[in-house]
Each structure stands twice: as structure tokens, then as C-alpha cells.
């Protein structure tokens, strides 16, 4: 039953347009805030705060590079949530746009 509790409460952060679209742009590969908030024409604060709860949900690591923290997808223990990132179109086009200017 608690893996159940946990698959919900993960499909509910998912059920948010802009968390969805942060986990495509991480299945690409790791990114700073910076680059997240220019991929999706928001505020820093805004990525911020939904970076926080998928990092909380344990969907999301950060590791720090000097002065950055980057932003990648932890869900090996989760095949469930590996299977949806696997329908859903690639942004990697979109962040080979990126300037990268973190």
C-alpha cells in the first residue's frame, strides 16, 4: 500500500504542466536553475519552488559546481515514472538552443 501512496503522490507532482515539462528537459540532461528558467520562460523562483518539490519527492538530485547547482533525474528505483518520460517528446532540441550562460 505505501508504494501505492508513493506512485499517487508522484502522478500528482506530474499532473503539473511545468514539472512535467522540467523531467523532459532533465531526461535530455542536467541542468543549473538558470538554464530551466530560460527553457521555460518563467522566474527563478518559480523554478525554484517546483524544483524543490520534485527534489523532495526524490524525482530530482542536485549536485553543486561551484557556485551552481545542476538538476538531474533520479528515478532509477521508479520504472513507473521511466515509462511516462519514455511518451513523452524530446526537448532536446530546445536545450541544444541554450546558450548556457550559468
Not at 25 to 35: G, N, S, T
Not at 78 to 98: C, R
Amino acid at each position: 500500500m505505501e508504494q501505492i501512496n508513493e506512485m499517487a503522490e508522484n502522478f500528482k507532482l506530474l499532473g503539473d504542466k511545468t514539472r512535467l515539462t522540467m523531467m523532459a528537459l532533465l531526461k535530455e540532461r542536467a541542468l543549473c536553475v538558470c538554464d530551466i528558467v530560460d527553457l521555460l520562460e518563467t522566474s527563478q523562483p518559480n523554478a525554484s519552488q517546483h524544483l524543490r518539490k520534485l527534489k523532495s519527492a526524490g524525482l530530482v538530485n542536485e549536485t553543486r559546481k561551484g557556485q551552481w547547482i545542476y538538476y538531474s533525474l533520479n528515478i532509477e528505483d521508479k520504472p513507473y515514472i521511466q515509462a511516462i518520460l519514455g511518451y513523452i517528446p524530446s526537448l532536446k532540441e530546445k536545450i541544444d538552443q541554450l546558450k548556457n550562460d550559468c
